[in-house]
């Protein structure tokens, strides 16, 4: 079980940020596009210093908690799940907060402030108040 404590985590991390996308609203999943072109460069940018670290023997990583599949130049499969994964929890993290803040926002308005009031109370010239 050790050999897949690694994809374990990884799998772990989409499982808890999975409700983001449907209980507030993230629509990352949704938007695949988008989704793509976050990740593309996120995962070509840091396989390339990985791979470099790995070819300069500046880290190595410990076969007892890896499958032993690695990609051409000897990184992990996991490596390349994980700057995969994390990536797309951020995003979901991102765009819940992004969902939540604007429905606080829109419930912190006063009445007042809606369509057609004529803006805050006590403000001088310009178009909210109608004074041009």
Known sequence: MDRYQYLLLMAGCLAITLPLEFVLRARVYRRPGLLVTALVPIVVVFSVWDLVGIWRDHWSYNQAYVTGLDLPGGMPIEELVFFVVVPICGLLTYEAV??????????????????????PVGRAGGPETGDA
Do not use: K, N
């Open 98 to 119: 992004g969902w939540v803040l604007s429905v606080l926002r829109r419930m912190s308005r006063r009445p007042d402030q809606g369509a057609g009031s004529g803006g």
